[in-house]
């Protein structure tokens, strides 16, 4: 019974001594001591693909027919260079007409900041002296005719015509009045701040007029080379439809997809090795620029990108690539390996 009870300790004790020093454990005591850049030596080199640095798929922002493509696939262009021009009659003649409307609001508002014209002033004083006179004449026949009524000389018929006519003649000199006094006193206040307002509105017509024209011309917004050309001379396009896409290969990216559990060992500066497979032989140098924020639930890795310079475009995005990680603290003396 002794000897069954020693084998029994004996025998757990030898167990649990595998448990302890058994390798699958080192190697766990290992992942858990190792630096960052021991554990970036084991990752060896990781498979990625090269990415331009900056890509966009240009289009003009009004509708129109286009009138000049002035560049093909594959050549090169600066900031701001025109790229393509829709034809711009329309856009022109829209702004003639509205120029030409501005101009007719300005002299209708200069008119009413000035005031009556000499010459409209003396008419409408001549207006009023010769409705006072035939006011007055009309009164004085009115009169006559009244006093004839009641000797009797004159019908009931002659005496109601008087009184017309000395009706509608105080009436004219009560208008011709009135039309004198809005000569001499001008437009309202409100009348000219109205025509002001169209003006300005009229302004802002011609304003985005000019806009829609300088639309016509397609620009490019930053140096690089053009990847696609989407479109040709006469095509009908609209503000969804792309003519060019421009793409910034210098500096290019490489995009690497680092494991997860090797995710903390990456950091912005780590440098790195690059072999291209089209070019044999041949090795780049890249740095970290960008690190993702989140770890992709599909494949459980983590987005890196690495910036390469490329002087001579001979990189192009798409091409696959192979990175070996330097460790930083050696300087990037020599290439860390597995």
Known sequence: MINQNV????????????SIFSPVSAVFAENICASDSERTARLGEITGELMANRKVALAFKVPGKIKEMLFNMGD?????????????????????????GLEAIRAKLKQQENGARPQEKKQAEELVRQAKAAHENAGSDL????ELFTAGGASKQALDAAIARATIAETQYRSALQQK???????????RDATAAQARQQEAVIDNTSLQIEYCTLSAPFSG???QRHADEGAYVTTSIPVFTIVENDPIIAAIDVPENFSSCFKQGLSAELKVFAFPGETYQGRVIRIAPVIDPKNRTL???LAVTNKDLKLKPGMFV?????????????????
């Not at 701001?80 to 829209?94: K, M, V």
């Not at 009169?143 to 009244?146: D, G, P, S, V």
């Open 7 to 18: 084998r029994s300790v004996f025998l757990l004790y030898y167990f649990i001594s595998l």
């Open 76 to 100: 090169q262009v600066s900031t701001d260079q025109p790229l393509a021009r829709l034809d711009s009659r329309d856009f022109e003649i829209n702004r003639k007409q509205a120029q030409a």
């Open 143 to 146: 009169k006559r005719t009244q």
């Open 181 to 191: 006094d809005l000569v001499l006193e001008g437009p309202r206040q409100e009348d």
């Open 225 to 227: 080379l053009i990847s």
């Open 303 to 305: 987005r890196v990108e």
């Open 322 to 338: 192979t990175a070996r990680f330097f460790n930083n603290d050696e300087q990037a003396e020599e290439a860390i390996v597995k």
